[in-house]
C-alpha cells in the first residue's frame, strides 16, 4: 500500500485557516524568486505546479493565493499522520514527509479486503489529523506508487493483477516512479511512449545506451520491483549525509557575500552533526547558476569533521578553487562518509579549546534557541529559511527542520 497525502503542505495551511480552502493557493518561501514546494488542487487548474517559482505562477493567475511555509507545522503534521499509519502496521517505510508505503500482506492473509483496509486507512488519517490522503493498493511498491496517484485527491486505487498488463500498454513511461523527465525524453525519441513499448524493447539494447540502468528500466516497462529496501526504521548506517542548500534572495557573483551564506550553512550543517555525534570525511560545496546549471566540488579528509569552524574553513577553501562563470542563485554544503563512532579527544590545547568554545555555543543555542549565539558573519535572515529536504523522516538525523 502506498499513502501519499494530497497538496499536503496546502492541505495543513487550508486546516489551518479555514478561509484558504477552495482558492487557488501555493505555499513557497519568501519572494518571488522562491520554488513552490505545494500548490492546491484549484491552482493546478490554472497550469501551477509544484517546483515553479512564484513570478512564474502569478503570470498564469493574478489571484493567487501566496503562503509562505512554515516548516515546523508541517513536520508535525507528517509525525502525526505516521504515527496513524505505524498504528496500523510496524511494516512501514517512510519515503518523505507526506508519503509511506505499507507492508500489509498480513491483513489480506488473515481474509481482509484490499478495498476495505484501505477504506480504514484513509478514515483512520482523516480522523486523526483533519487531512486526506490518496492510497493505492498493488503487488508491489512500483505498481502501488503508480496506483495512488490515479484518482487524486481523496482517492483509492486498487490495482488487481490480471488487470495489470493492459494498464502498463496505456500508461505513459514518465508515469512510473524512477523515470525522471530526461529518461522520458530519451525513451520517447527512441519511440517508447509506453510502459507496455517499454516492457517488451530489448533489455540488452536499453542496457546499451543506458547503462545498467536499462536493465532496472526493462523492469518498470512491465510493472516488476525487484529493487527496493528493506521495510523498517531508520538508522544511523543507512544515512548517507547530511546537508543545508538555499536559494538566494539575489543572485550572487562575489566570494565574500557567498562567504558569508556558508557560515551560515556551516553552522546549520554542524549543529545537526553534533547532535547525532558524527562527522564527515567528505565536503562538498553546491553551487547552482542563474541558468539553473548545478555544480559540485569536494574534498576528502583524513578525518571527520562537525565543528562549524571545521566545515566553514574547508568550505572557504573550495569556494576559493572554483570559478564562478556565473551569477550564483543557490548554495549548498553537505557532509559524507559520515562517522557515527566516538572520535578520540584531540591533546592539542589549541584544539582542545576549540571544541570546548563549540560545546559552549552548542549549550546556550540548546537551551535558548537555533542561532541565539552565532559567528558575526552568519546571515540574519538565512536563519530562517530552513527548507524540508526530500530525505526528511519524522525520526533519527534526518529530521532536519
Known amino acids: 500500500m502506498h499513502v501519499d497525502m494530497d497538496a499536503f503542505f496546502a492541505s495543513v495551511e487550508e486546516l489551518a485557516n479555514p478561509s484558504l480552502r477552495g482558492k487557488a493557493l501555493i505555499v513557497s518561501g519568501p519572494g518571488e524568486r522562491s520554488i513552490i514546494t505545494t500548490a492546491s488542487y484549484p491552482a493546478r487548474k490554472h497550469g501551477i505546479k509544484t517546483g515553479m517559482t ?89 505498481l502501488a506508487k503508480l496506483a495512488s496517484d490515479m484518482n487524486k485527491p481523496d482517492g483509492l486505487t486498487i490495482l488487481e493483477p490480471g488487470k495489470i498488463k493492459a494498464l502498463l500498454e496505456q500508461t505513459p513511461v514518465g508515469k512510473i516512479c524512477g523515470i525522471g523527465p530526461v529518461t522520458t525524453k530519451a525513451l520517447n525519441e527512441m519511440g517508447l511512449k509506453t510502459c507496455g513499448q517499454l516492457g517488451r524493447y530489448p533489455a540488452d539494447l536499453l542496457k546499451r545506451r543506458f547503462g545498467s540502468y536499462g536493465a532496472r528500466l526493462s523492469e518498470m516497462g512491465r510493472g516488476e520491483d525487484v529493487h527496493h529496501e528493506d521495510y523498517g526504521s531508520e538508522t544511523n548506517s543507512s544515512v548517507k549525509s547530511i ?22 550553512l556551516s553552522e546549520m550543517v554542524g549543529r545537526r552533526a553534533r ?53 550564483v542563485r543557490l548554495l549548498g554544503i553537505s557532509l559524507s562518509h559520515l562517522c557515527f563512532e566516538a572520535q ?25 534557541g537555533e542561532f541565539t549565539l552565532a559567528y558575526a558573519e552568519t546571515v540574519p535572515d538565512l536563519r530562517t529559511q530552513k527548507v524540508i529536504p526530500p530525505s526528511w523522516r519524522p525520526k533519527g538525523i534526518k529530521n532536519s527542520v
Request: proline share 3%; with cysteine.
Open 344 to 368: 578520540t579527544a584531540s591533546l592539542l590545547p589549541e584544539e582542545i579549546r576549540k571544541e570546548e568554545v563549540q560545546k559552549t555555543l552548542d549549550g546556550i543555542n540548546d537551551r535558548f
Open 275 to 327: 547532535r547525532h555525534h558524527c562527522g564527515g570525511k567528505t565536503l562538498t560545496l553546491t553551487w547552482r547558476y542563474d541558468d539553473f546549471s548545478t555544480r559540485t566540488r569536494s574534498t576528502t579528509l583524513s578525518a571527520p569533521i562537525c565543528r562549524t569552524e571545521e566545515i566553514y574553513r574547508y568550505s572557504i577553501w573550495l569556494l576559493k578553487k572554483i570559478e564562478i562563470a556565473r551569477p
Open 243 to 264: 546537508g543545508h542548500s538555499v536559494t538566494l534572495s539575489k543572485d550572487l557573483s562575489d566570494r565574500q557575500s557567498m562567504g558569508k551564506i556558508l557560515q551560515t
Open 54 to 142: 512564484v513570478r512564474q505562477a502569478k503570470t498564469l493567475w493574478r489571484d493567487i493565493v501566496v503562503v509562505h511555509s512554515d516548516h515546523r507545522k508541517y513536520t508535525d503534521a507528517s509525525k502525526k499522520v505516521m504515527t496513524v499509519l505505524e498504528s496500523i502496521t510496524p511494516d512501514i517505510d517512510i519515503t518523505s514527509i507526506d508519503e509511506a508505503f505499507l507492508d500489509v500482506t498480513p491483513f489480506l492473509r488473515d481474509g481482509e479486503t484490499p478495498r476495505i483496509l484501505g477504506m480504514e486507512v484513509k478514515k483512520r488519517v482523516r480522523e486523526d489529523t483533519g487531512l486526506t490522503c490518496s492510497v493505492g493498493i498493488a503487488q508491489n511498491r512500483l
